[in-house]
């Protein structure tokens, strides 16, 4: 165990949350990653027993003995999450909202208490919630759009609670970020990666290293005065996706 802790990130086998790992060994911490399917990242250590962000029993239980095997978690990256099923208003399916809201919004709130109200204790931590540009606008996706804007909420109150106890809480908002989870919707054809990427001012996707390096900033000591706040990481998303109303974004000039 090193003197500076832990960190942990949930949903960490995979994605944004594999590459937030694997970038935070890189750098020299030592990170814990746990998942509802766990499978090694390179350089982390694994949590070998499956961890469900959606259990309020087993994320108690499994922060207490993660803690006790690893010592204190110094940072938390909140990444497990599941993608909404895109479905017209009519077809939404209580069991599916109920799903979606209890891993993307209810886990991360359970997580970030369970392990939070154990910073506070120590007067140090800093925790970063993956929450989604879908939080900050509208779409198709009723539940998950609704959770990651709970989820941005979550963050403000959070760092409201912890500020004089020296924890700081902050999101990232990823933009469409290229993991498994959006080449298996683009894929499906759900989702259109030619719109995505025109819509974005710089004309691509996010790639997952790109979240993960905004992470790393919001959990370090560079960022120390920041808390509360919900930084999108989207290629320019918010910012251009409103310029197909008149005419869209310009080409850049001739070189
Ligand atoms: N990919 C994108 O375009 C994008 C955009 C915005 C936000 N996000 C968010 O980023 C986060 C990570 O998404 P991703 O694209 O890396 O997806 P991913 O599917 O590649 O990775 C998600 C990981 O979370 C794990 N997980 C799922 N349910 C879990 C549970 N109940 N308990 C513990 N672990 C669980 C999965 O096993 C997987 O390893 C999610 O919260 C997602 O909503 C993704």
Redo the contacts with the bound molecule.
Sequence with gaps: MRSEGIVLV??G?????AATATLLAEQGKQVVV????PEPIAGAILWPAP????SEGGVVAGIADIEKAHGPITGLVN?????GRMHRLEKVRMEQWDREVN??LR?TFMVARSVGVRMAERRHGAIVN?????GMTSGPIHAYTAA?AGVIQVTQTLAAEWGRAGVRVNAV?????R????EAGIASGAMNKALMERYAAMNRMVE?VEVAQAIAWLLSPLSSAVTGINLPVDAGFLAGSTWGAYGGLPEPPAS
Excluded: H, N, Y
């Design positions: 949930t949903g086998s995979r994605g944004i949350g746990v998942d509802i399917q961890f469900d962000v959606a990444a497990a999450g599941i993608f891993i993307d886990g993956v929450a989604s540009v879908a990651k908002s990823p933009g469409f970020t993991t498994a989870m959006l997952p």
